[in-house]
C-alpha cells in the first residue's frame, strides 16, 4: 500500500504550485491514501490532492484558512502500522524530538508524521518512525530559508515500511532517499 506524506504548500501565499515534476511523478493512479501535515492554506489545494488519490486526511496547519480542516491530530491505521499525523505548530517547542516522541506515545504510533520547517527527513528511535516530509512546493520559512520542494512516500509491505524522501534539486532533478522501517519485535 503506498502512502503519500506530504505538506507545508502554502499556497498561494509562499509559493504558486507543486512543481510539475513532482505532479507527474504523483499522478500514476499507485497512491492508496494522503496524508498531509497542513499548511495548504486554502481548500482548493484539498481538490488538487484529490486528483492524485481520492482518500486525503488532513491536519490543520498554523496557516490553514478556517475551512480547510479543524483537526490538529490524528491516526490511521495501514496494514500493520498505526501512523499519527500532527502540524508541528501545536507542539511546544516545535519538532522537539521529546515532544514528538510523547505525541508518538500518546496517539499509540508506530509512525509519526509532523510538519513545519520545510526540511524533509526522517529517524528512527526507541522503535518508533518519525518522518516529516518538508514543503512540496519548497516554500519559504524562517527556520529554512532555501527549501527544496520534497515530499515522502511510504510503501507498507507487511510488517515493513519502505520509505522514499523526494526532493527536487536545484538543477531540476529528483533525489531519492530510501530507508526501511522495521515493525519493532515482528519479523519480515
Known amino acids: 500500500m ?70 490538529e491530530q490524528l491516526s490511521v491505521t495501514v496494514g500493520s502500522f498505526k ?40 529517524y528512527q528511535k526507541d522503535g518508533k518512525l518519525y518522518i516529516n516530509p518538508g514543503s512540496a512546493t519548497g516554500a519559504f520559512c524562517a527556520e529554512n530559508p532555501e527549501p527544496r520542494p520534497s515530499f515522502i512516500l511510504i510503501n507498507i509491505q507487511g510488517n515493513s515500511a519502505i520509505t522514499y524522501i523526494y526532493t527536487l534539486e536545484a538543477d531540476g532533478t529528483m533525489k531519492v532517499d530510501k530507508d526501511v522501517f522495521q515493525k519493532e519485535g515482528e519479523d519480515e
Open 2 to 71: 503506498l502512502i503519500l506524506v506530504i505538506g507545508d504548500l502554502h499556497i498561494p501565499s509562499r509559493s504558486y504550485s507543486i512543481p510539475a515534476v513532482f505532479k507527474e511523478s504523483l499522478s500514476t493512479g499507485k497512491i492508496h491514501q494522503i496524508l498531509c501535515t497542513g499548511n495548504l492554506c486554502t481548500r482548493s489545494e484539498i481538490e488538487m490532492l484529490r486528483k492524485f488519490c481520492s482518500d486525503v486526511q488532513i491536519v490543520r496547519g498554523e496557516f490553514d484558512e478556517d475551512d480547510v480542516t479543524e483537526c
Open 83 to 122: 501512523i499519527g499525523l500532527v502540524s508541528s505548530y501545536t507542539l511546544i517547542p516545535s519538532n522537539d524530538k521529546a515532544r514528538l516522541a510523547a505525541k508518538a506515545r500518546e496517539l499509540d504510533a508506530d509512525i509519526l508524521a509532523f510538519g513545519g520547517g520545510h526540511q524533509a527527513g526522517m
